[in-house]
T-cell receptor, first 113, second 114 residues
Framework: AQSVTQLGSHVSVSEGALVLLRCNYS??????LFWYVQYPNQGLQLLLK??????LVKGINGFEAEFKKSETSFHLTKPSAHMSDAAEYFC???????????FGAGTRLFVKA | DAGVTQSPTHLIKTRGQQVTLRCSPK?????VSWYQQALGQGPQFIFQ???????QRGNFPDRFSGHQFPNYSSELNVNALLLGDSALYLC?????????????FGPGTRLTVT
């Protein structure tokens, strides 16, 4: 069985500060990992994904994440927060068959001016 | 290139009624997955359709059923609605051979059960 835990339901940062959103996963098979962003009253948009290969993956809007197998983590970072980054962020894991994706509970990011 | 579209955008139903939600996948996609997102929670996987058949299912009762048409569009049906079925229902499409790796989400249908 697979599961995802996002540490912190709310994270608040100042504009220009580092963004760090934490995600730990559990999977009995090599996982495929994702980060999605959801703006109010909208669907989800894929930020980045890890399937195989390089463990540091870069996504859209300056976000990146690093797959650490030993720590079962896939934390999302961005060097400098913008006001437009305020949204809900979801970490997700998929089995290698890709038939089912499990999402975490989400972390709401607040960006202060 | 149209993305994933869903209809209707909002819906209000009464307990015990039945509802049908619709989804048109992104052009070139043939796999459709449905998710339920309750307020303040992450999306929960309901099921996935490919080649007009249900390929995988999450932990949802049989009141939740679906269908995929030859043009790859899909419907989600919920019978005997409960108050707890109130949620945002998201449809996601992907291309076969990639499983759900590259999922594109629609804007969702907000269902309110009173």
């Amino acid at each position: 069985a697979q599961s995802v835990t996002q540490l912190g339901s709310h994270v608040s940062v100042s504009e220009g500060a580092l963004v760090l959103l934490r995600c730990n996963y559990s999977s009995s098979v090599p996982p495929y990992l994702f980060w999605y962003v959801q703006y109010p009253n909208q669907g989800l948009q894929l930020l980045l994904k890890y399937t195989t290969g390089a463990t540091l993956v870069k996504g859209i809007n300056g976000f990146e994440a690093e797959f650490k197998k030993s720590e079962t983590s896939f934390h999302l970072t961005k060097p400098s927060a913008h006001m437009s980054d305020a949204a809900e962020y979801f970490c997700a894991v998929s089995d290698t068959g890709g038939f089912k994706t499990i999402f975490g509970a989400g972390t709401r990011l607040f960006v202060k001016a | 290139d149209a993305g994933v579209t869903q209809s209707p955008t909002h819906l209000i139903k009464t307990r015990g009624q039945q509802v049908t939600l619709r989804c048109s996948p992104k052009s070139g996609h043939d796999t459709v997955s449905w998710y339920q997102q309750a307020l303040g929670q992450g999306p929960q996987f309901i099921f996935q359709y490919y080649e007009e058949e249900e390929r995988q299912r999450g932990n949802f009762p049989d009141r939740f059923s679906g269908h995929q048409f030859p043009n790859y569009s899909s419907e989600l049906n919920v019978n005997a609605l409960l108050l707890g079925d109130s949620a945002l229902y998201l449809c996601a499409s992907s291309r076969s051979g990639q499983g759900s790796y590259e999922q594109y989400f629609g804007p969702g249908t907000r269902l309110t059960v009173t």
